[in-house]
């Protein structure tokens, strides 16, 4: 049900504190520890290497789940798309183990790998909002996800908690592995979680947003770098797919290798920058572009600012700034999909799971 939302996006993008709190609830034991099956626990033990495979949004999770896992838990970590495993299958590693990230549980490309490394005889884990789905049912494990049923053909809260559990598994594998980290992944998604709620508490300032930059523009440009660069790449799927503005995620370093040609007066470009090895490299391709006439518009996070963002994050952990960037990006392409009278809920010629190769 809506409720009192004019669409079932909004709805999910607000719910995604609840949801946070939800993982945070579901994955914690009574003596706060992080409670995962031994089985999945000895499954992440046991491998030489990990290969996410995924589709669409849930593959952009996948790119931040990489980093978190290689991070926290020290297993080398690589993402494929789905539809691409076949083709190009990547020489394995001795004992891989493969994690299917799937907000349905029915992708039909991410079945087709698994049928595959089934056959092989490899060792699979779903990471999936439906428990009892397809891939679920057919993984040797599975995690769930715990955000609640999500109606909008974007996806959005299972996007953060594909994440948050992604690296609540990276904790519990580290753990597991003896490793001393200093970060208490409890503590800091409840953190994420309030951060949420003062972003998507303030709602009318994306709208304003939304509007003065993807007001009649044919097309978009989000660049980032390290992990902003995945978030940009989940940022513009979300703007062209309910919005049908052309738009696209590019690491900062590589527009200066063709795509800064596109550049034209107003064209707009939005920047991400949450990390501090990369906010004097990014903020030099937004200066770059600016010059070429880009309508630029910065986001960025409490402690790197400068005084010409157009918005300024609280402060979150480093490996989770994804938590919270994405959130302004899928509100801001809400809003722009709004303003060129979009259908929302259900844009032309997707479905919500894609049950077909
Ligand atoms: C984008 C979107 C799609 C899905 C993709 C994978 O907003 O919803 O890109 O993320 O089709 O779907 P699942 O996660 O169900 O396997």
Not at 265 to 284: F, H, K, L
Not at 334 to 350: E, G, I, M, Q, T
């Amino acid at each position: 049900e809506k409720g009192t939302y004019a669409h079932f996006m909004l709805k999910e993008i607000d719910e995604q504190p609840f949801v946070m709190r939800k993982i945070i609830q579901e994955y914690q034991d009574e003596q706060d520890n992080i409670k995962i099956d031994a089985d999945v626990r000895a499954a992440m033990l046991a491998a030489d290497r990990i290969y996410i495979i995924a589709a669409g949004t849930s593959y952009n999770a996948g790119l931040v789940g990489k980093q978190i896992i290689e991070n926290l838990a020290d297993t080398p970590v690589e993402v494929h798309i789905a539809s691409e495993f076949s083709y190009n299958m990547p020489l394995l590693s001795k004992k891989p183990l493969f994690i299917f990230i799937s907000q349905s549980g029915e992708t039909a490309d991410s079945r087709a790998v698994l049928v595959k490394i089934k056959s092989l005889g490899h060792p699979s884990l779903t990471i999936t909002n439906v428990p009892g789905s397809t891939l679920s049912r057919e993984a040797d494990y599975t995690l769930h996800l715990y955000a609640g049923p999500e109606i909008a053909v974007a996806s959005t809260k299972a996007y953060t908690a594909q994440i948050a559990v992604l690296t609540l598994l990276a904790v519990d594998t580290a753990n597991a592995k003896g490793l001393t980290l200093d970060f208490d992944p409890l503590q800091e998604l409840a953190i994420v979680a309030s951060v949420m709620e003062s972003l998507t508490d303030q709602k009318e300032q994306y709208a304003d947003i939304a509007k003065a930059y993807f007001t009649g523009t044919r097309n978009a440009f989000f660049i980032g770098r390290g992990m902003d660069y995945f978030v940009v790449q989940e940022a513009s799927l979300k703007l062209k797919e309910i919005s049908y503005i052309q738009a696209e995620g590019f690491a900062g370093g590589e527009l200066k290798h063709g795509t800064i040609a596109l550049i034209e007066d107003g064209t707009p470009v939005i920047a991400i920058s949450t990390q501090e090895n990369v906010n004097y490299s990014i903020r030099g391709n937004v200066q770059e572009v600016a010059a070429r006439g880009a309508n630029t518009c910065v986001v960025s996070i409490k402690g790197l600012e400068q005084d010409s963002d157009t918005l300024v994050l609280p402060h979150v952990h480093p490996l989770l700034t994804p938590l919270v960037s994405v959130v302004p990006m899928q509100l801001l392409a809400y809003y722009a999909a709004l303003h060129r009278d979009c259908d929302v809920d259900k844009p032309r010629n997707l479905a919500k799971s894609v049950t077909v190769e």
